[in-house]
Structure formats: C-alpha cells, structure tokens
C-alpha cells in the first residue's frame, strides 16, 4: 500500500510539475543579457553596429532615428502624442499600448529599449539559458517561450508587417505613416545581415505583400478591397517557390481576320468588340505553415470582435468577408488553469507522499 502511495505521489508531482511550466509566463530580460552571450557574434555585431549604416546605404532618405536600435526614440516625435490620443491613449508609453509594443523592449518593469532581440525571439527568461545548449533550440521552442523564427519566413514577416503596416484607420487620419508602401523584399535586408538562414528577396517581397492584402483588409472591412487587391495582383508580384503564379494571364487579343471563302463574314460588332478578358484570379493556396490567427502560438493578432450588442458590418459587395476567430477562451484564463490544476496536483502529490511516510 505504501509503494503504490509513493508511486501516485512521484506521478501527481512530475504532473503537477509540468502543469506548473505549461503556466509560466516569461518576461523579456533586456538586449544585455542576450548580448552578454552573443558578445563575439555576428549578433551583437549586427545590433550594435551594422544595421543603421546598412539603413542608411539603402535608405538615404530615411531619418537620423531609423533602424531598430533607434525605434524608442522615434516616439519622442513631436506628432507621437498626437497618434497616441488618436486611438484613445493617455499615455504614448502605456505599457500595453500599440505604441510601445511595436517601438519598444519592455522589461524591468518599463519600456527600456528600442526594438531588440527579445522583440522577436520572444521574451527569454526561460530560455535564455536552456538554449545556450548545443541542439537545445526545438526545446526552447516548445518549452521555454522563445519563438520559432529559423527557417519559419511565414512568421518573421508576420512580425514585420504587424508593425510596420497599420491596422488601425484611426493612426493614418491623424498623419501615422500607413505603411502601405512597405516593400519587405527590400527592407528586411538590413535585418537579415545577422540571419542564420538566407532568403530570397523576391520570396520574401511576394509573402509580404500578400500579408499587407490581410492587415488592409482588416483595417477597412467594410471599404471595397481595392488597396489590397492592388497589393497582391501588382505586376511586381512573384509567387514563392512551389507556388503558382499569383494571378491567371488574361486572354490574349487577336486582332480581326480577313474572312476567306471557306470562313463566313462575321458582323461589324463582332470584329470590333475585343475578345473578352478573364478576370484576374488569385490561384494561390492558403498559407499552410503556423497556426490560425489570435491563437496562443501565432504571431498573428486574432481579428477584433464587434462591440456588444452591435450589428455585424455588411461587407460591401466584392469585399473580402470578414473572418473572426473566437478562441473558446483567453490565453490568460487558460494558464490560470493549467496554473491552479498544477499546483492543486503538487498539493495532494505531497500530501500523499507525507501520508505514505506517516504509515510507517
């Protein structure tokens, strides 16, 4: 009786345990501490001294406060408080505001950093030292809050265009750049200096236009989509690899033959009208890789829900339909369960075993 009690209270606690770890929530610690480690690699190299020059080589016409490294001071701008109050902020600094999530690195309790690594790779207060494991980077992952960028193209320039493409109609009447011009083919260049893994800046421009399509759509659901379909149907546009191409060609036009003894006359209408044209269509498949928009693993923000007891916008005609995703519940509520089943299963593992060692 004693053994099978140790055995329940060993199996209560390793699960009790885990519960505990699918709870945690990580916190950023600071570019510091990722740099104390890279500090002779190509990382701190590229976050320190690489990118803004390379910024400025490509984009000379961009500000003395461009790149990442310079992203918190750009909020001192002197229309930021302007922007802030334009969606309904006090405080451009609010913590949990749009402004400081995408321009800032929060940890000690304050947004202390521009855009750095941890903005990216996820916070690492639980990996920063697991991953310092040769071959320990799928646990980090799955394990340890850091967020799986080498080799997914599809999450990274989710990251890129979330923030440098407005979602929010309310910035761009206020004078917020919209963004709509961002060619991440050409942009993510100075980024990629400190990659692992190269990419195709046609691939890449190609994937981030079709992502841009999504954010415009969003940001005006009820406007007809001519913005995105212009995005995605541009003659720059190239299909990634393995993909079709973007759009079907449109019928070629032939030009009005002479009719011949075997070939009847046709009607003057039928040699002056064109031959009509196909409409353009988007051959390409839904994006396979990453899981569906707001979930607790996606990169990409989860579409926003109608105000209580609105009626739901009608899609103009040939809009896009807007597609909301309802999670069964927050990812806060989520952990606080997994947290409290944890911990009520660590709680009866210990009594059990305290009770086992009482029989003696």
């Given amino acids: 009786m004693t053994t099978t009690l140790r055995r329940l209270a060993l199996f209560l606690f390793v699960f009790g345990s885990a519960a505990s770890l699918r709870a945690q929530t990580f916190q950023a610690v600071g570019p510091n501490e990722c740099l104390n480690c890279h500090d002779h690699d190509e990382e701190r190299a590229w976050y320190e001294k690489k990118e803004i020059p390379e910024v400025h080589r490509l984009f000379p016409d961009k500000a003395a406060n461009a790149g990442h490294i310079n992203s918190l001071k750009q909020l001192e701008a002197p229309k930021s408080k302007e922007f802030a109050a334009a969606i309904g902020l006090a405080d451009k600094y609010d913590l949990k505001g749009p402004c400081v999530q995408c321009h800032a690195t929060v940890f000690a309790g304050d947004a202390n950093a521009g855009v750095s690594c941890e903005s990216c790779h996820g916070p690492a ?56 011009d961002f060619d991440l083919g050409k942009r993510f260049q100075p980024v990629s200096i ?9 691939e890449v421009g190609a ?7 999504g954010i415009i759509r969003r940001r005006r659901p009820n406007a007809a989509p001519a913005a995105a379909d212009a995005v995605t149907q541009s003659p720059a546009s190239t299909p990634t690899r393995g993909e079709p191409p973007i759009s ?23 040699q002056t009208a064109p031959a009509p044209r196909r409409p353009r269509v988007d051959s390409r498949p839904a994006a396979q890789s990453g899981p569906p928009p707001g979930s607790p693993t996606s990169i990409e923000p989860a579409e926003p829900l109608p105000p209580s007891g609105a009626a739901a916008a009608t899609p103009a005609p040939g809009a896009a339909p807007a597609v909301n995703i309802v999670l069964p519940d927050s990812t806060a509520a989520s952990d606080l369960r997994w947290l409290v089943f944890g911990g009520l299963l660590l709680i009866v593992g210990v009594g059990a075993f305290l009770w086992g060692r009482s029989r003696k």
Avoid at 151 to 156: E, L, M, R, T
């Fill in 125 to 180: 207060s639980g990996y920063l030292k697991p991953h310092q494991t040769k071959g320990a980077y799928e646990e980090s992952v799955a394990r340890y809050g850091m967020t799986r960028l080498v080799g997914n193209v599809q999450g990274w320039t989710q990251q890129c265009t979330n923030c440098h493409v407005m979602n929010d109609d309310r910035l761009i009447k206020a004078g917020h750049p919209s963004g709509d």
């Fill in 194 to 202: 400190h990659f692992k893994k190269k990419y195709d800046a046609n």
């Fill in 207 to 213: 994937i981030g236009r079709s992502e841009m399509a």
């Fill in 248 to 270: 079907a060609p449109p019928a070629t036009e032939q030009p009005p033959s002479t009719p011949t003894a075997q070939e009847p006359a046709r009607s003057a209408a039928s």
